[in-house]
């Protein structure tokens, strides 16, 4: 019996950067585990949409697909456009089964895939005593993850930051700049950037405007293909099946 094929939903993006980072991210997912069909399909803005993906998936024969959510927290995307696209997908496909994956974050993986990026920006760990570190992201207008995020950077500053500020590039505040200048208001000397967000575009593009204009001293690139996310989406895609391998239990 083959395994479920993973569809990767990604929101898109306007900007070509975008598809591409996905792209290269779900390639190394499929060199990890050979055998396995990886899919991806998009929210908006770039082609496949995911309903075409499961149509298409559904004339080919395939029996079961695990939708993972290409999102770092559970906002406005995760818990609504996604199941949404999802139940009008099994409506649609009856005799396609489709289970859903959780999120990305929070995880380990995250937080060393952008350790990663910020060793690949020139930060060593001997210098995290002396440096700040800003965690910018997206932004939400969801109290649930912006929680998320501030508590991450609370998690983060016990790895041996002098100090860590969350920042966010729309919907919630502060903005990168502004936690930048907190930083420096609190006397710390070096201050460095974390992009919390996996693919460039329009607002990644602003987390970094704000960095420059603030004058950070590091800016570490998007999480993209790292390979800590690849092994992440593996982890999600194993534990939805699991969890859709589970018997129901019996009503009393």
């Known amino acids: 019996m083959s395994s479920p094929v993973l569809l990767v939903i990604a929101h898109g993006s306007r900007d070509p950067r975008h598809a591409a980072t996905v792209h290269a991210l779900t390639a190394r997912v499929r060199a990890l585990r050979p055998g396995l069909r990886?899919?991806?399909?998009?929210?908006?803005?770039?082609?496949?949409?995911?309903?075409?993906?499961?149509?298409?998936?559904?004339?080919?024969?395939?029996?079961?697909?695990?939708?993972?959510?290409?999102?770092?927290?559970?906002?406005?995307?995760?818990?609504?456009?996604?199941?949404?696209?999802?139940?009008?997908?099994?409506?649609?496909l009856p005799r396609l089964r489709v289970s859903r994956a959780e999120v990305l974050g929070p995880s380990p993986l995250l937080n060393a895939a952008l350790e990663r990026r910020l060793d690949e920006a020139g930060v060593r760990p001997g210098d995290r005593s002396s440096t700040g570190l800003v965690l910018a992201s997206a932004g939400s207008s969801d109290p649930e993850a912006i929680a998320v995020i501030a508590e991450i950077a609370r998690e983060l500053r016990h790895t041996g930051w002098c100090s860590v500020r969350p920042a966010f590039a729309s919907a919630s505040l502060p903005r990168t700049e502004d936690a930048v200048r907190a930083l420096r208001a609190d006397g710390v000397r070096r201050v460095a950037v974390a992009p919390y967000v996996i693919a460039p575009g329009r607002l990644p593009d602003r987390i970094a405007a704000g960095a420059a204009e603030a004058g950070a001293d590091v800016l570490a690139g998007v999480l993209g293909p790292a390979p800590e996310l690849a092994r992440l989406l593996l982890d999600r895609y194993d534990g939805a099946r699991v969890r859709s391998a589970r018997p129901v239990p019996l009503s009393a």
């Open 38 to 92: 990886v899919e991806t399909g998009f929210l908006d803005f770039n082609a496949p949409s995911v309903p075409r993906v499961l149509e298409r998936l559904a004339a080919e024969g395939a029996h079961e697909v695990v939708a993972l959510p290409l999102l770092l927290t559970r906002a406005f995307h995760a818990k609504s456009d996604i199941p949404a696209v999802l139940r009008e997908a099994r409506a649609a």
